[in-house]
């Protein structure tokens, strides 16, 4: 036998209200009075009333989700503790603000294919440049949206971090410490030509890479310098290093433009019984939980992975809020090299 839904027109029967009070009850309290709104939750509660979230949709046009454009598979992406943290601080301004979060993963190798089907209010977009057809999407559905690791620009709020300053400083720790064979792993870019072609944070750390080789009157091509693009997983870190390790120009320094990544030389490492840092330094970006407890601690950049999640999440909302007519919020955010275990002086010849 077929239940029956309870309506609005049961709780206002039961409570003795109009309609219009049920409906205030659950979309604009302010016009009720305090027992008023209290009697007709409580008799909402008792018979087990809830609002057709499709119906509410369409009435206010709102979802009070906000929505995560990711840029890999979401099993890949939840195998990456930055991700871990970044829905944290997400999850902060979410449960202060009353939002749910709605993750959008490529959709059948598509983000653009994932927009529509995503029934939120906005879109926190994850690692894509600007002029990405995703966000040309967004632009033209008029869909609020903010930036995070992708390029600043005057009309889109985004945040990013200082990812020159703190790959600079990273490259410089090594080449004071003697290294001068050193391998970039570097997040797969796709983009044919090389570094200077690339594009938002992984053309941002190879610039600041680039600054510290100058500095020493060096650079990418100079003898024993070596980049490497790969999929910015932790297996794809440990294919990389065993295939370094097992060719005729061994590196003496590996820089991952991820920790993720310099996880996974550590495990190749491990693997091949290579002394880390006595036969290679290996340093990662990013500083999660897994770097500081590592064998050996991870030499890598900190940057503040959960404040970044937080604002982006905050200027969402304000942009939903507000439209498009204010300012947007752009914000740089700064970053930290912390010196560990996992780097050592230059090693010496047998």
């Not at 703190?166 to 796709?190: C, D, K, N, P, Q």
Request: hydrophobic content about 40%.
């Amino acid at each position: 036998m077929k239940s029956h839904r309870v309506t609005m027109q049961d709780v206002a029967n039961r409570a003795n209200v109009s309609k219009t009070a049920v409906s205030l009850a659950f979309n604009d309290t302010s016009r009720l009075s305090e027992n008023t709104l209290r009697h007709i939750l409580d008799v909402a509660a008792e018979l087990g009333y809830s609002q057709d979230p499709a119906a509410r949709m369409l009435r206010t046009r709102r979802t009070n989700s906000l929505g995560l454009l990711l840029p890999q598979r979401l099993d890949v992406v939840l195998e990456n503790p930055y991700y871990t943290q970044f829905l944290q601080g997400i999850g902060q301004t979410c449960h202060r603000e009353g939002y749910t979060l709605l993750l959008a993963p490529p959709l059948r190798g598509s983000m653009l294919k994932s927009i529509p089907y995503a029934a939120v209010d906005g879109f926190i977009v994850s690692g894509l440049e600007y002029d990405r057809g995703e966000v040309s999407a967004l632009r033209q559905r008029g869909i609020p949206f903010v930036l995070v690791d992708s390029e600043e620009h005057d009309d889109v709020p985004s945040v990013e971090i200082e990812d020159d300053d703190g790959m600079r400083s990273l490259v410089e720790h090594l080449l004071a410490l003697g290294h001068r064979r050193i391998t970039f792993l570097a997040f797969e870019t796709g983009v044919e030509g090389g570094p200077e072609h690339w594009r938002g944070p992984v053309f941002r750390r190879m610039r600041g890479a680039m600054a510290a080789l100058e500095q020493r009157g060096l650079s990418l091509e100079s003898p024993g310098m070596r980049v490497v693009e790969v999929e910015c997983t932790r297996p794809a870190g440990e294919a990389a290093f065993t295939e370094l390790w097992r060719s005729n120009e061994r590196p003496t320094a590996v820089v991952c433009f991820s920790d993720i990544l310099a996880l996974g030389v550590l495990d190749a490492a491990r693997e091949l019984l290579v002394s880390v840092p006595g036969d290679v330094s290996v340093t990662g970006f990013d500083d999660l939980a897994e770097a500081r407890n590592a064998t050996p601690s991870l030499t890598t950049v900190h940057q503040p992975i959960e404040t970044k999640g937080r604002l982006a999440a905050e200027y969402l909302v304000e942009a939903i809020s507000a439209g498009s007519s204010d300012r947007p919020h752009r914000q740089r955010l700064h970053t930290a090299l912390l010196l560990r275990d996992s780097t050592g002086p230059l090693p010496v010849a047998p």
